[in-house]
């Protein structure tokens, strides 16, 4: 495994240990700055924002420049945001802090996730992505928990400095570690909007805001489906959380393994097993051992998903898939909202607390129905599915071989 995928793997981590451990310190947010926890819950959705806006705006204002050049900077970007979050004087600068950090994200994983695929074999493709992206689900298991304890203990700016010195680390290390990757020759605005002329493209984008919205949609209340249905003390939600975490890195790797062998049918089958996982959770939340099991299962199949998904999108957009892999993660961002909303919902309408795993189970099922449709339209318009595998080599003969 090339070093240039451990030094963007452990920007990941930082990104996914800020991105989810600000869930965990609201109270202490709140706290210190002395507003109310819901007021401090605008802080996730000023991140949020932040991914959804930079996405695109950032990449296309990077589309020219050298791949490697790019990384660093956002890399860059991010560590500073986190800096600005650790001194915020008050509760409107740590905001607009958030928002700051926020920017950066969805670029980073779509220049990091083009970059990891140029650095690996045409077969390997996927995988190589897995890697990049297993940063952000370890980042679950050791970096959300040891920052929210650290956060109780110290104080939640100690946790962001943490961050600020990981992304520090992460940045030095994809200057040194990952080699020249400079842009393509007819790089530019023009022709990475060129991958949004493809129907099938707004397909898998679809597919991520409504079937990872049902991931999202357990995700957001599994505080209080463990503590109040399967009757986990609150103490132990950092071993819950830690499970989960547990389900993304293998999920991860699986999604990986399986997109370089079976892309489309991987997609669909992940979407249906989701789908199938969160409609059991409204029955197997009523006893430990069983909610447990199933946590991670919920997070295996959720995160199968998304190397899947990234390497269907990078295939479409083979072209230009820079702009299109960044655009992802803004829809990955749009299935939380939508998700953690929906779920809202319904516990609003007084349906308890298991039902937002029911509706996570919907959104799932519509998810996994627009894959099989796409997958459909794909056979349709080319007499026949082609998986990564075949379809590997050509995109990454039309890439530069700098990493290889």
Known sequence: ????????????????????????????????????????????????????????????????????????????????????????????????????????????????????????????????????????????????????????????????????????????????????????EHAGLRRELSAFRS??????????????????????????????????????????????????????AVGGWVADRALRPGVCAAFVLLSLTLAAFAATAHAQWSAAVTVVLVGLFGFAIVPTVQTLVMEKARHAPTLASATVQGAFNLANAQGAWLGGAALSAGFGWTSPTLVGAALAGVGALLAVVSWAADRGGRGGSRLVAHSAPRAADEAAPAGR
């Open 1 to 184: 495994m090339p070093l240039a995928l451990v030094a963007l793997a452990v920007t990941a981590f930082a990104i996914g240990t800020t991105e989810f451990a600000a869930m965990g310190l609201l109270p202490q947010v709140a706290g210190d700055l002395g507003v109310s926890v819901p007021r401090a819950g605008w802080l996730i959705s000023a991140y949020a924002v932040g991914v959804v806006v930079g996405a695109p705006l950032l990449t296309a204002a990077a589309a020219r420049l050298p791949r490697k050049a790019v990384l660093v900077g956002l890399a860059g970007l991010f560590t500073a945001g986190n800096l600005l979050c650790a001194v915020a004087p008050g509760f409107w600068f740590l905001a607009g802090a958030r928002f700051v950090t926020g920017l950066p994200h969805g670029a980073f994983f779509g220049a990091g996730a083009v970059a990891a695929a140029e650095l690996a074999a045409p077969h390997l493709r996927a995988r190589a992505v897995s890697v990049m992206f297993a940063g952000l689900t370890v980042a679950n298991i050791v970096g959300v928990p040891a920052a929210t304890l650290l956060g109780q203990h110290l104080g939640w700016r100690a946790t962001m400095l943490v961050v600020v010195a990981t992304g520090a680390l992460g940045t030095a290390a994809i200057a040194r570690l990952v080699p020249a990757l400079p842009s393509h």
């Open 199 to 252: 129907g099938q493209l707004w397909l898998a984008l679809a597919t991520v805001v409504f079937g990872c919205g049902g991931f999202f949609a357990c995700y957001s209340y599994i505080a209080p489906l463990m503590t109040e249905v399967a009757g986990f003390a609150p103490g132990s939600m950092t071993l819950v959380l830690a499970l989960f975490g547990v389900g993304m890195t293998i999920g991860n």
